[in-house]
């Protein structure tokens, strides 16, 4: 069942993308009609290799942060002693829904400056809501059979979160920050008009130099890497609901 059409389609993609990283100039005369005379086919401003990788670790640092913060908020409103805080703590997770990430930005270079920490609190903000809201529904949607047995087991509150609680609702709570990444994937874009090096150079040069093969070129870079991450989440949380049920 390894061997389905999806996964070889998967699996072609990922060849084609490691690829067209490490030798774009193999796929240059494809490019090449999408030019104008005299114009490069393949982005020769950088590395499109480590534009990537320097792209994704921006999208994994924010979202790690939202992580660690989103699911802490969603533990201290599902004790007893947190729940008035719910309504506060939506209103927060909200923020980030609310200001486009272009208007995070900009209010936030004055403060931080150009680079990589502006588009870093602008994807945090952004990847909030989705990972609170799944880790709140994960953590409130427990079967109390399960909840009431740990109790009368003799578990203590932190017992109960860190060996039933958390490991039951992490399917859940992967849905959330895969929904979180892809987001960020695509908004991690508009980092580069900061100057954060992100596959966003490679879009804005060639919308700059009117090149669609440069535009062509970053855009679908991030959306294969786009698929392919939510691919691998997704299986990630079937494996995990399905250990769970077991």
């Known amino acids: 069942m390894m061997f389905t059409l999806p996964n070889l389609f998967r699996l072609a993609v990922l060849v ?60 201290i409103v599902t004790r007893k002693a947190g729940a008035e805080f719910l309504p506060l703590s939506r209103s927060l997770v909200n923020i980030g829904q609310t200001f486009p990430p272009v208007a995070v930005l900009a209010l936030a270079v004055p403060i931080y400056g150009f680079g990589e920490k502006p588009t870093l609190i602008a994807l945090f903000l952004y990847g909030l809501l989705p990972i609170f ?4 529904t994960g953590l409130t949607t427990l079967p109390p059979t399960v909840v009431e047995a740990a109790r ?9 979160l ?55 070129q970053g855009g679908l870079i991030v959306a294969a890497l786009a698929v392919l991450i939510h691919d691998a989440l997704q299986g990630l949380e079937r494996t995990l609901a399905g250990r769970v049920h077991v």
């Open 16 to 75: 084609v993308l490691l690829a067209f990283l490490l030798q774009p100039a193999w796929f240059e005369a494809m490019l090449t009609p999408l030019v104008q005379e005299n114009a490069p086919a393949i982005y020769n401003q950088g590395s499109l290799f480590w534009l990537t990788v320097l792209h994704l670790r921006t999208v994994f640092i924010a979202t790690f942060a939202a992580t660690v913060v989103a699911v802490s908020l969603a533990i």
């Open 133 to 136: 809201e799944n880790a709140l």
């Open 152 to 160: 009368g087991a003799g578990m203590t509150g932190s017992q109960r």
């Open 162 to 216: 860190i060996r039933i609680e958390l490991p039951l609702a992490l399917p859940v709570i992967l849905t959330g920050v895969r929904l979180s990444v892809v987001i960020s994937l695509a908004t991690a874009t508009i980092g580069s008009t900061v100057a954060a090096k992100t596959l966003g150079e490679v879009i804005i040069a060639g919308l700059q130099s009117n090149n669609l093969a440069f535009v062509l």
